[in-house]
């Protein structure tokens, strides 16, 4: 990565800088996720800004316990990561592609979509993203399903190593408001626009591959939409209510089945244990009571679970970082008091890379590169959870897939335990388990609306609901 005139302290950047370029975030903070992106061309050197702590967070998200080789063979078998980036459906690469296929050879049931990669991260139902559009391709992308009153098409993450090469299952953009920016951006950007993922979808094939290579235009693929919008949904609560057999169904669904409250047990087990070792990023204990499980779209329907998971891990990953960062922002504010004359009242939000010293400069560089070594590995496995989950075959997979992960972080803990337990001399917190052996395994910028909010810096809180993170 090339330095300009000013740099990232906080190196968000580093891991979408292979993302596309089709699209500025609104806000470079994201708030639902509280995965912070901040622009290569800054160095944050706030000091109102607590930094949390993160105990081995280079540690594989999910270890298992290695004092059983059988029982290690049959987690990797029982694990849906166990094929790393392979346990994911992936399309062909469209790279070297050169032919159209014919749009007549459409299938009863399959749609024809535009085709939007945006990067590795990974979207959900039923939520909202502001895209601020600026290529020439996505421009006319927008004017085309203005133009036909679609005014939907298809995105899909990435794979992380191989170009060209996009995820089989995407979401579904429905645009609910555009705005035209140009006179006020110089035509930087052509659009600023709000969208709902109202569903799924399955790529089935991209009909005109040559496009990611010329990019005279934008790809077009071949898709089924699965709704997850809940229109369907109340469709159908409403033709039951007519009858009594409908009604006495629709009474049984709400009481949560036997693999949502195993999920419920799971998620109580993990929440104990973290408040148990105080992690720095952990679910609060009022979030066991609200654990959304049931399925559809609605307020308690299990996405809303998804969607906390999916923050919980990058709360994780921004709580790494800052840990990374830590000394460094301690000797860049001393750095510019001595050398700048700055007060602690006068300290600036940013300075220009090129402004510091060349043991800062140096030192910089080397945070880039152990975050690019430390960190990455935890990125593509929360973006392959993420992905997993979306391409799961209905409700219970999905409940069986969380249950599967919630399970792996909290054994992780336990190991977690078991080695305070050595290593303090207390006999007493040492479990069963012994220490987990990681296995060794190989973000996009947006701008969502999920809800969410923080709370004070004194008692720092990430959640998608109230009272779900500490």
């Known amino acids: 990565m090339k330095f300009g005139e000013q740099v990232a302290l906080f190196l968000g950047a580093l891991f979408v800088a292979q993302q596309t370029t089709a699209f500025v975030p609104a806000s470079r903070i994201h708030s639902s996720k509280g995965l912070a992106f901040i622009p290569e061309s800054s160095i944050m050197t706030s000091t109102s800004r607590a930094v949390p702590s993160l105990q081995g967070s280079s540690t594989c998200l999910f270890a298992y316990d290695d004092d059983d080789d059988e029982d290690d063979d049959e987690e990797d078998e029982l694990n849906p990561l166990g094929k790393g980036v392979d346990s994911v459906s992936w399309l062909p690469s469209v790279v070297g592609k050169t032919k159209s296929a014919e749009i007549s050879n459409i299938q009863d049931g399959t749609e024809v979509l535009p085709l939007f990669p945006l990067g590795g991260f990974v979207y959900t139902p ?9 290529e020439p391709r996505y421009r006319q992308m927008y004017t085309d399903i203005l133009m036909n009153g679609t005014k939907r098409f298809c995105v899909v993450t990435s794979h992380p190593s191989e170009q060209g090469r996009f995820a ?22 052509k659009y600023i626009c709000n969208h709902k993922v109202t569903g799924r979808v399955t790529i089935h094939k991209v009909l005109n591959p040559e496009a990611w290579e010329t990019r005279d235009t934008y790809l077009k693929a071949v898709a089924t939409i699965h709704d997850d919008s809940g229109k369907d949904d109340e469709e159908t609560a409403e033709v039951a209510s007519n009858d009594v057999y409908g009604a006495v169904a629709a009474a049984a669904k709400g009481s949560p089945s036997k693999a949502e409250e195993d999920l419920r ?12 070792l105080e992690e720095d990023v952990r679910f609060t204990q009022d979030a066991v009571k609200t654990l959304a499980v049931k399925d559809g779209s609605s307020a308690d329907g299990l996405w809303q679970t998804v969607r906390l998971w999916q923050s919980f891990v990058d709360q994780r990953l921004m709580a790494a970082q800052n840990e990374l960062q830590k000394d460094f922002q301690e000797r860049l504010q001393e750095f510019l008091k001595k050398e700048k004359g700055f007060k602690n009242d006068e300290i600036p939000s940013a300075i220009g890379f090129s402004d510091l ?19 990455r590995p935890l990125l593509l496995e929360s973006s392959l959870t993420m992905q997993k989950i979306l391409e799961a075959d209905g409700h219970k997979e999905r409940l069986s897939l969380l249950k599967y992960f919630m399970n792996a972080e909290t054994r992780r803990l336990q190991s977690k ?26 973000k996009e910028e947006k701008s969502s609306k ?6 004070d810096e004194s008692n720092p809180s990430f959640f998608d609901e109230p009272d779900a993170f500490q």
Do not use: C
């Open 417 to 442: 335990k078991t080695l305070k337990g050595i290593f303090s001399g207390d006999s007493s917190s040492v479990t069963a388990e012994e220490p987990a052996a990681p296995p060794s395994k190989s």
């Open 357 to 375: 010293s060349p043991e800062l400069q140096d030192e910089v560089q080397k945070i880039q590169k152990r975050m690019e070594v430390e960190l």
């Open 265 to 276: 047990d799971s998620f109580r087990e993990l929440v104990d244990i973290q408040h148990e």
């Open 450 to 455: 999920d809800g969410s909010k923080s709370e």
């Open 168 to 189: 089989q299952t995407g979401v579904l953009f429905e645009l609910e408001d555009l705005k035209e920016v140009s006179e006020q951006t110089a035509d930087q950007i």
């Open 126 to 134: 039923n939520t909202e993203h502001v895209l601020n559009i600026f």
